[in-house]
């Protein structure tokens, strides 16, 4: 089995039910994290996982020593992982970080831990992005502090603070550098419309990338589902709430939990559950000339992957 896998968690690839259901229960990982109420920085299994961790994936701009980091793996670490598992990480922030800082953690891994393997999951931009905006609207309990953010601003705001368009929903990059680095067999893409189509298929080609036990893994994830989806209703309110500056103060007094029972939420054990019925999921209507215009931007993209990992994108409508 491979030293160290690395999980890239890009947003609404069905990342949290990966970690939770699956990554932090398998008999056959030892799961450094990103683990539920974990206390230790980046949710890590202990603080000194994170402080190995850490220069290796977030804190690459720092001096690094290389040394320490090869003795505390070799001597600390290992020792504490089973001969039949592997170590694995997961964080939904390794692909936002920028492609330098990116490039930086592949040639420390492969510095310290030798054998290493990454996981990435990708999704089509025209779902992905609408995705995106409406978990803006679920996670960030502090919206209502500004004006309501319609789709528009929110692609706008994220162009601007990203640099490009591209930028929003980039993932070729990733992969290529992953791939020549640590070459075809040791990054494994899979597409989360595979996940959306087939689950067990999907589940089975990621742990025969693994390693692991399939049954396993199958078993772990059956009937999981975490964050469950936005309804019309509950954004309606969000700008019901957000059109007035007493909405907003009433809002931004009110304890956390209040806040999310006004809008139809309950937190349990950390997973987001909806508490609407008899609702129609809310949606985001890509206008054509938005629709032709991410079409455009990821077409170069999607070539490569097709030609260099035959990746069925055409079957689930990326853009070729």
Known sequence: ????VIHIGFSKTATTTLQRAVFQNHSQIYYLGKILKSQHGHQCISSDTYDFIAPLLWKTDQPF??????KFFA???RPRVDRNKIMLGS????GQRGMASFKTSLDRLVAVCGTCKILIVIRNPVSR???MYLQH??????QLVKTFITFEEWLDIEEQRLGNFEEIFSYREYIESAVGLLGTENVGVFLYEEFDADPDQYLRGVSAFLGVDAKETIDLAEGEHHHTRLFTSQVDQMETLNSSFIGRLLWRLSSVDKRKESIGFSDNEGVIQTTV???VPASVELSPEMTQRILDASREDNHWLVNNLHL??????YAL
């Open 1 to 4: 089995m491979s030293d160290m």
């Open 75 to 77: 001597e600390t670490l």
């Open 65 to 70: 020593d290389l040394d320490a980091a090869r």
């Open 129 to 131: 992005i609408p995705s």
């Open 137 to 142: 609207l679920r996670g960030n309990q502090k």
């Open 312 to 317: 069925e994108l055409e079957k689930y409508g």
């Open 277 to 279: 019925a008899d609702d």
């Open 91 to 94: 964080w939904e922030d390794l």
